[in-house]
């Protein structure tokens, strides 16, 4: 029987495992150019949009050898039609090895795993997760530090809807770092991530300030966009759309190792100013997603370091 694993959540993974899967991407960026997945066929289901995440997953894909399948706009799919999300991922396990899904639904990837007979990779659900882009973050968040230890991590903006600061702050739990959650009152991080964080001994304080003071103690200042998809009142998305919006000046009192990241696409959140300062990360994170995403392919059709190595 073919092992294989799915990565729906970043909150099963242990240490071991996040640190086993950096080390596969560190080779990724060595030599993304390896074709181990030659015959194999990744299918890529987006019934939300996406540059970033499917692209580079598309060209992971396809710099391992493998061939893609997929839609980027569930308009074109039977979905339209009323075809179940399981019975659109059963038919797909039928023609692919593994199914890389987004979907607006918090839970659709756990849904899916029930339902298919090859891997399912998260590529976001709703508000809830965003495991692939964790696993570039951690990486981005090693390279620039040197550690995953101890660091102050800030995370600004949309903390309510933004999936890729929840996954973070689990897989951050690790490695004893220091939250601080930047937000206005009605973006404010979810009780359940709060509550997550006493559980597992994660400090945290919250603020709605962002100015250079505080900017002043971060190692990593994570932007993120307010998510406007996800509000049911566009009138309350319109009041807080441009509460933060990082500039140059802001980052006068900065630490020299501070380093700015943002999952993309940004904005107004992020001055075009800010693009060539020294601190500036985020494109430099973007283009880490191919060679974790490589990483993430192998790994879920059942590849290890050492086939990645050979
Ligand atoms: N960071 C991220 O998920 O970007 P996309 O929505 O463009 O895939």
Do not use: W
């Amino acid at each position: 029987m073919t092992t294989f694993n799915n990565l729906t959540t970043i909150k099963g993974l242990s240490r071991e495992r996040l640190e086993y899967l950096l080390r596969m991407g560190r080779e990724f960026e060595r030599q993304p150019n390896r074709k181990i997945l030659d015959g194999r066929i990744v299918a890529t289901l987006f019934f939300e949009p996406s540059t970033r995440t499917r692209l580079s997953f598309e060209t992971a894909a396809l710099r391992l050898g493998a061939r893609v399948i997929g839609f980027s706009d569930p308009a074109v799919t039977s979905s339209t039609k009323g075809e179940t999300l399981e019975d659109t991922i059963r038919m797909v396990g039928n023609y692919a090895d593994v199914i890389v899904m987004r979907h607006y639904i918090e839970g659709a990837a756990e849904r899916a795993v029930k339902v298919s007979p090859v891997p399912i990779v998260n590529a976001g659900d709703g508000a809830n997760q965003h495991p692939t882009q964790t696993m570039l973050d951690l990486y981005t968040i090693l390279q620039t530090q040197g550690t995953l230890e101890n660091l102050n991590i800030h995370l600004v903006g949309d903390l309510k809807y933004g999936r890729t600061v929840h996954s973070l702050l689990q897989a951050m739990g690790h490695f004893n770092p220091t939250f601080t959650f930047i937000a206005p009152r009605e973006l404010a991080m979810p009780e359940k991530y709060k509550e997550y964080c006493h559980e597992h001994g994660i400090r945290f304080t919250e603020t709605e300030r962002f100015d250079a003071a505080t900017i002043a103690e971060a190692d990593i200042l994570y932007m993120t966009r307010v998510q406007r998809e996800r509000f049911a009142d566009l009138d309350e998305y319109e009041r807080v759309k441009d509460v933060y919006i990082l500039n140059r000046d802001m980052l006068r009192d900065a630490r020299a190792n501070m380093r700015i990241l943002h999952p993309l696409p940004r904005v107004n959140e992020i001055s075009t100013d800010v693009d060539d300062s020294p601190h500036a990360y985020y494109f430099q994170q973007a283009k880490n997603g191919l060679f974790m995403r490589q990483a993430i392919l192998c790994d879920a059709l059942g590849l290890t370091l050492d086939d990645v190595r050979a």
